[in-house]
Each structure stands twice: as C-alpha cells, then as structure tokens.
C-alpha cells in the first residue's frame, strides 16, 4: 500500500511558477507510475501529466505541455510537477496519484489505485 502527501500549492500571479511535491511512503516507490491530476469548481476531474515507473516516458495533457515538467526521485520517494507560466485556468486542487498498471495508459483515473489529499493552486490575473 502507498500513502501519497502532496504540497507546494498557494497562490500565484499569472505568469507565475510554483512547484508541487507529492511524497510516498512504502519501499516499492520505484514500482508505481505516478500521476497528477486536477479538479477546479464544477469541473470533472482531469488528468495533468504522469511519469512512469522508471521516469523513462512522460505524459502531459496539451494544455499543460511546454509549461508543466513532471519528474521523479526515487530516492526520495517524491514526484514532482513544475509549473510555469501559470494561468488562471490552472487554478484548481491538484491531487497527485500512483499505479501498477503497465498498459500505457497514464492518462486513465482508472489507472491509480492510491491517491493523495490533494493541494490548492490558485493563480490570480
């Protein structure tokens, strides 16, 4: 089982940068593809990038691409997500998640079985 603790949320200026962390506990860190994934008011929740297991291959959703950079340590048993030249359509609660399911389908909710509480990005204009 894996426990995921995200932070590194808050408020930000557009244009601005902010970069998020989520922490997993356990020792089979290196065995999970990791996800962020995010939800603003009213909206379904929506997937934002991943990386896999090995940090080999990366995903982005195309609103995020050339601004966001997810990467890992596994280390630290930490994920990260840059994010830059944020918009005020990226406010929303960002909630960082993990899974085995080596399909390639790291964009798919149904991919993660572990979740985390989730951390609150709000970018002002």
């Known amino acids: 089982q894996v426990q995921l603790v995200a932070s590194g949320g808050g408020l930000v200026q557009a244009g601005g940068s902010l970069r998020l962390s989520c922490a997993a506990s356990g020792r089979t860190f290196d065995s999970y593809n990791m996800g962020w994934f995010r939800q603003a008011p009213g909206k379904e929740r929506e997937f934002v990038a991943a990386?896999?297991?090995?940090?080999?291959?990366?995903y982005y959703a195309d609103s995020v691409k050339g601004r966001f950079t997810i990467s890992r340590d596994n280390a630290k048993n930490t994920v990260y997500l840059q994010m830059n030249s944020l918009k005020p359509e990226d406010t929303a609660v960002y909630s960082c998640?993990?899974?085995?399911?080596?399909?390639?389908?790291?964009?798919?909710?149904?991919?993660?079985?572990?979740w985390g509480q989730g951390t609150q990005v709000t970018v002002s204009s």
């Open positions: 998640a993990a899974g085995r399911d080596y399909s390639g389908n790291l964009n798919r909710l149904s991919t993660y079985n572990y």
């Open positions: 990386v896999s297991w090995n940090g080999g291959r990366t």
